[in-house]
């Protein structure tokens, strides 16, 4: 069974730009999380999908947002990049909704904004 | 107050030894505990989780969750240079589904 796919691997952006980052969960997962990782604050959540919905939102400005398919595909995106959104952000998903307990990431994107 | 905090080390152990991460929460309401691994350059996996009070065993390694102190930790038996890493943990709270990740614990072993 193929695990979590992120595309791209890595990118490079200018201030001000914007990014969109992709996520395939596992098979027949329908939850879809997205985290940002960081040296000093660690994973951070950003939102979690299910079902195309939005079900939970981190303490993230509004210059991130996110969708879900309806093949529980994932697209993060990123407005207006600051150079602190240099990151390696991670999706991970999950099979059901409301009482998932494992959560299986992708290999990430490393987003460097210049 | 961050909601989830571990000592962020580096801890070095020699081959063979027992390696103790500790992890503290915030949130006294938590149900859901996890231990993630993360190689350099890799993404976190999952190595187990606990909901219940007491210890949780699964191969060299052991998950233990004191919820009245509020930690959780994990004990790796007979550690191997292979498990040289940086160990995450996580919790979900009660409500909502979102997971708390503390900044991680770089564990060294030592041939």
């Known amino acids: 069974k193929a695990g979590v796919t992120q595309t791209p691997r890595y990118l490079i952006k200018t201030r001000g730009q914007q990014v969109t980052l992709s996520c395939s969960p596992i098979s027949g997962h329908r939850s879809v999380s997205w985290y940002q990782q960081t040296p000093g604050q660690g994973l951070q959540f950003l939102f979690e999908?299910?079902?195309?919905?939005?079900?939970n939102k981190g303490n993230f400005p509004g210059r991130f947002s996110g969708r879900q398919f309806s093949n529980s595909r994932s697209e993060m995106n990123v407005s207006t990049l600051e150079l602190g959104d240099s990151a390696l952000y991670l999706c991970a998903s999950s099979r059901r909704g409301a009482d998932y307990n494992e959560q299986f990431f992708g290999p990430g994107t490393r987003l460097t904004v210049l | 107050q961050k909601e989830v905090e571990q000592n962020s080390g580096p801890l070095s152990v020699p081959e063979g030894a027992i390696a103790s991460l500790n992890c503290t929460y915030s949130?006294?309401?938590?149900?859901?505990f996890f231990w993630y691994r993360q190689y350099s350059g890799k993404s976190p996996e999952l190595i187990m989780f606990i909901y219940s009070n007491g210890d949780k065993e699964d191969g060299r390694f052991t998950a233990q969750l004191n919820k009245a102190s509020q930690y959780v930790s994990l004990l790796i038996r007979d550690s191997q240079p292979s498990d040289s890493a940086t160990y995450l943990c996580a919790v979900r709270p009660n409500t909502g589904n979102q997971f708390y990740f503390g900044t991680g614990t770089s564990l060294t072993v030592i041939p």
């Open positions: 949130d006294r309401g938590s149900q859901s």
């Open positions: 999908y299910f079902s195309e919905t939005q079900r």
